[in-house]
Every structure is written in structure tokens, then in C-alpha cells.
């Protein structure tokens, strides 16, 4: 997704005279540092390889599992921090055969290992457990597992839990800055129902006693949250598209009782692909390939195998969330959800706080698939300002580090694209902004990154200077404001409603000189030309800004 929190806006969206209320300061508790920071029982390892083995039962909502962490050792240490949420219940924890102590602290595991910890060592740790996981109450936003029936009444489990944390039923280190090298999912479901996972299926196993295993396993580097199940009773058909890495396989699995509506609604992944891999570079998992598999909720951008439930209509759920009309020719979680693989999959966020990283370059990616559906920039650019109206400033953007904070759950979303559509107007140069989008995901690929970054790449390789441009929009709540009069025949104008040192240039429209790059800064200026009135005069819609027209004798 996450669009998570989308459904809130297209709420307030209904009520929008309805001013939102400024959100409290958030308060921290010791559970948060313990979920969002690199304490010390987590940042002397390194997870190289999950190897995940669950065993569901549909039938009272259960599951039987373990899993084996194999970690390299980077510093000393004997107290090692692992993640597992109640109410699911260990049963044993063993390194080379010996039982490993342990104590719980909320969501936290802290294991008392025996065996020596040499620095550079490499050493496998298994978790073995049981019980209830936790259920979702309102997937995919408020998650967990979700145990459904389709319209058959044929038993249909998924997994949805980027926000919750994949230690809501699983154990490993819940943190964004720690991904393993490769991971094993081998879920094991009832004889009648097949479940897909991540990468690719290595195996297929009937056990003998009602219950078949599939074995997954992901090549690549995988964040925890994009882990998933989904056993239903599914079909399978495929595809190839031929891309800028080769040959990648597109495979599709819908219900079988959705198998035809699939096939024409799903149609819409290669020209997905093909713009993506344009602005953006290669699909980043030729290895594990691409595959979008029906979920029993409305979609989550899980690697490899993006959930989707968008009931096989375009917009979101049928609706435009730009209200222009230009999200209504395409299918907006098949666009939205694989815009992920590159903006939070391959490039991802190393804290919470920088989830921008994932949301904003995926709003903005639907501006680029708008613009790339129709051939016209002007139909993207409309498409990305039209979800300004969603804008709430309700908190900065940028979370705060260490505590699990992704900073304004809707704000990364609206105006973290309308932010990356402001930076292509400074940037002043398609083919440029265009390398520097690929060049983003070719430097970063398959790495946990911070927002810093992405905005010191962009501004190094733009050779505009962004810094301020990034902490007003990112950091505070702020819109700059465009104040703008006639005076003694001239244009005067300056920036309010901005940070220290604000000084962004802005295209304006001169009812004489045409299209005018201004250079304002919080003192008034008179040097953009001669101007009698302010009829024709127009601020470029592109940059996100408030135009403000004030009297003469405003000072
Ligand atoms: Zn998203």
C-alpha cells in the first residue's frame, strides 16, 4: 500500500468544509523505541536468511510454526532482541540443538544466548511457537490475518500487516533497516486450498494427511511486511513481458471463480510495467518475477506478489481520488501497489519516519502512469494536483526517528507527490528528472535508505538547490505563500508562511512578458517587470504554492 488511511481521506473529502483538526504531538512509549529503534539487542546482528515454516488451520483460526534466523554476528553480544506479538505462544527456542532462555517484554522476545558470539560469525537461531494470531479488525489498514470465504463459501486466508508489524505472526527483527538477503516461506494449508507467497514456488508437497506445503522462496532482499500468505481456492494463468532486464514472467492469480474478469482487468500490468521501467529503470525482481494474486482486502504492495482487491474495476474502489476524472482509466491498486516494487521494495525506508520514501514516489507514480496512458504531461500534472484537496498539513510529512513513527499517515501520500511533481518544475529538464529518477533506483537498489539520501541525491544530481525546498514541505506543515501586489506600476512580490532562508524560484504568468521564472525571498522584491493591474496574472498551478493577492499598502 499502503493506502492505508485513504479511505479516512476519501471520508474527509465528503466533508471537506470541515477543517481537520491539528493532531497532539505524539507521545512515545518504551514498547515504541523497542519496535522502531536499532537497540541493543538488535544492532549486533545482521539477518541474513529467514527460513519461515507455518502451518494454518482454517478451521479455528490457527497456526503451528517456526522459524529458523540465520544472522551474522557484527559486534559481541549475548542478549538478542526478537520480535513475536501476542497472543501467539512460544514453545521453544534452540541454537545447535540447545534450549535457548528467554524472557517477554511486550512484543519483544530478549533470548539469553549461550553459545559465543564471535564478530563475523554466522549462526542460526529457531523460534518454534503456536496459537491465534492476531485477526484483523479492518484489513488492510488496521491488520493481521484475515479469515474469509469467497462467494463459494470456500475457506480464503491472507496476511496484511505493514503497520502492525510481520512479528504480529511471525518472529523476526520488526524493524525497516534490517532485511535478509533471501528468505524461505513454506506455508502449509488444507488439500483444497493452494497458498501463494513471495518469489518464486520451489515446491509443492501433499503431507498425507489432508494438508499440502507450499514451498516459496524469495532470492532477493525482502522487507518483513511484504511477507504474506494467500490460500484460497485460486487459478493460475501467465505471461511474459520482455523488459529492460529480459524476459521477466508475469504471473496471475485471481479466485477461479474471477478467472475471466481477471484476465481482462489484469491486462493492465504490462502497460503498468512498461511505464514504470521507463521513468524508473528495470522492474527491481526479475529474479522472483512479478505476480498479482487476489486478496480478500483491498490491496497491499507485498514483493513480488502484490495483494489485490479492487473488486476488478478501475479508479479506487470505482472512485477518482483527484477528482479530475483522470483516475478513472486505470485500475488504481494494480498502478499504486507495483509503483511499490520500486518505491519501498527495492528503495526502502531504514526507520519509519522516512515512509515518505514508499508513499510519495508512489502517488507521484500514478501522475506518471496517467501522463504515460494518455502521451500528455498535462493530464498527469492534473492528476497529481487534483489529490492536493487531500492535503491535510496535519503534521509534518517526516516522521521522528527511533520510535516507529511514519510521520503524517495521509500527508506522505498527497502532498509528498505533489512535492516530487514541484521538484520536476525546478528541475526544469524531463530527461533529466528522468535520470534522476533512475538513478535513484539504480544507486539504492535493493537497500534500506534514509530520506536524507534521496534528497541529497536528488539535489547533488539535480545541481538545483533543494535543501530548503526539502524542509519546508517534508519538515513542517507550512504551504508557502505567494504574496503578490501592484506597486508604483511593478510587480512586488515575496514568500510567507515559509522556513528561515526560503527562497524557491516560481514561474509566473505576466500579462505582457508571458511566462516569468521569479526569484522571490521573504523581503519584497520589485524586479520581476511593469504591471498595471492584476487581471492575466497567474502563479504555474505546477508549484505547489498559495497564491495571495494583497492590497497596494501591504508592507
Ligand atoms: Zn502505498
Known sequence: MNIRRVLAALALMAVAVVAAPAQQPAKFTHADSLRGGNGPGRSWWDATFYDLHVAIAPADSSIRAWNGITYRVLSASQVMQVDLQPPLVVDSIRQNGRNVTWKRDGNALFLTLTEPQRVGDTKTVAVYYHGKPISAK????????????????????????????????????????????????????????????????????????GTTTYEWFVAEPINNYNIAVNAGTYEHFFNVYQGEAGTLSLDFWPLKIHVDTARKQW?????????????????????????????????????????????????????????????????????????????????TARDASYMWIHESFANYA??????????????????????????????????????????????????GGNLLHLVRQLVGDDEKWRKILRGLQSTFRHQTISGAQVEEYVTRESGVNLAKVWDQYLRTTMIPEFEYKVENGQLAYRWTNVIAGFDMPVVVTMPELGRVTLHPTTE???????????????????????PKPVSPGTR
Open 138 to 209: 479492518r484489513p488492510p489498514w488496521d491488520g493481521g490475518y484475515i479469515w474469509q470465504r469467497d462467494s463459494l463459501g470456500n475457506p480464503w486466508v491472507a496476511t496484511a500487516n505493514e503497520g502492525l508489524g510481520a512479528s504480529a505472526w511471525w518472529p523476526n527483527k520488526d524493524y525497516f533497516g534490517d532485511e535478509p538477503d533471501s528468505q524461505r516461506v513454506a506455508i502449509t494449508v488444507p488439500d483444497s486450498m493452494v497458498n501463494v507467497s513471495n518469489g518464486r514456488m520451489r515446491s509443492r508437497t501433499r503431507n498425507g494427511d
Open 524 to 546: 519584497w522584491k520589485t524586479d520581476g517587470g511593469a504591471l498595471r493591474g492584476l487581471e492575466g496574472f497567474a502563479v504555474d498551478v505546477n508549484y505547489y504554492v498559495t
Open 267 to 347: 491486462a493492465q500490468v504490462t502497460p503498468m510495467m512498461k511505464c514504470f521501467e521507463k521513468w524508473f529503470g528495470p522492474y527491481p525482481w526479475y529474479r522472483d518475477g512479478y505476480k498479482l494474486v487476489e486478496a480478500p482486502h483491498l490491496g497491499m504492495e507485498h514483493q513480488s506478489a502484490v495483494a489485490y482487491g479492487n473488486r476488478f474495476q478501475n479508479g479506487y474502489l470505482g472512485r477518482d481520488l483527484s477528482r479530475t476524472g483522470r483516475g478513472l482509466t486505470w485500475d488504481f491498486i494494480i498502478v499504486h501497489e507495483s509503483a511499490h516494487e520500486w518505491w519501498g521494495n527495492s528503495l
Open 366 to 415: 500514478e501522475n506518471l502512469y496517467v501522463e504515460c496512458q494518455t502521451g500528455d504531461k498535462q493530464a498527469g500534472a492534473e492528476y497529481v494536483i487534483g489529490t492536493r484537496s487531500l492535503v491535510r498539513n496535519d503534521r509534518p510529512v517526516e516522521g521522528i526517528a527511533g520510535v516507529n513513527d511514519e510521520g503524517s499517515g495521509n500527508d506522505h501520500y498527497y502532498k
